[in-house]
């Protein structure tokens, strides 16, 4: 069975520019999370999705935007972005029911801002 | 919002010995206990989770132990050999209807010296 794929690998960007950030779950899974772990602290809540809504976001501000597609896939957009968003960005998968089910991680997208 | 707070920070064990980490949460609502793994350059892992409803799990050299009265949950690894040298996370997350969002402890890096 496939794991959650995460596209790109690495991305650079510079100040100002937008980023996307792409997601496969896992087959079957219905919800995606994104995380953000910049170097050398924890990994931090950014975005829930699941069947094609967005059902919470964590302490980020606007210009972090993302979207959930039919085939529950997802994107992460980063808008006008900053020096400090540079950071390894994970997406993790997890069925939908009605408690708590194992949240299973990408690879992860490290994208460094110049 | 909820609060995880981990330590150490670091550990450094003798191959063969135990480890312990320690995580404690704020808010008596959570009721899910994951615990990653994420060595130097890879995802997150899924090691062990625990759930309100048990105070304690284990699986082969590892164990979580969950103390709801005083919010507080530990991973054991015993017998500890070189391949456990990584960082490992607590997490904590409360029912669907709260998000599912995992929150994180900052991560306790540790070591297994042969």
């Known amino acids: 069975e496939a794991g959650v794929t995460q596209s790109p690998t690495h991305l650079i960007k510079t100040r100002g520019q937008q980023a996307t950030l792409r997601c496969s779950p896992i087959s079957g899974h219905t919800s995606v999370y994104w995380y953000q772990q910049a170097l050398g602290l924890g990994l931090q809540f950014l975005l829930w999705?699941?069947?094609?809504?967005?059902?919470n976001r964590g302490n980020f501000p606007p210009r972090f935007s993302g979207r959930q597609f039919p085939n529950y896939s997802s994107e992460l957009n980063v808008n006008a972005l900053e020096l400090e968003d540079s950071a390894l960005y994970l997406c993790?998968?997890?069925?939908?029911?009605?408690?708590?089910?194992?949240?299973?991680f990408g690879d992860g997208t490290r994208l460094s801002i110049l | 919002g909820e609060n995880v707070e981990q330590h150490p920070s670091t550990l450094s064990v003798q191959e063969g010995d135990s480890a312990v980490i320690k995580c404690t949460y704020s808010?008596?609502?959570?009721?899910?206990f994951p615990w990653y793994k994420q060595e130097l350059g890879k995802r997150p892992q899924l090691i062990i989770d625990i759930r309100s409803n048990v105070g304690e799990k284990k699986d082969q050299r590892i164990a979580v132990t969950l103390n709801k009265t005083a919010k507080h949950f530990s991973l054991h690894i015993t017998e500890t050999q070189p391949e456990d040298s990584a960082v490992y996370f607590c997490a904590a997350s409360k029912a669907k209807a709260a998000g599912n969002k995992l929150t994180f402890g900052g991560g306790t890096r540790v070591l297994v010296k042969p």
């Open positions: 999705y699941d069947e094609g809504e967005e059902r």
């Open positions: 993790a998968s997890s069925l939908r029911v009605n408690s708590n089910q194992p949240q299973h």
């Open positions: 808010d008596s609502a959570s009721n899910y």
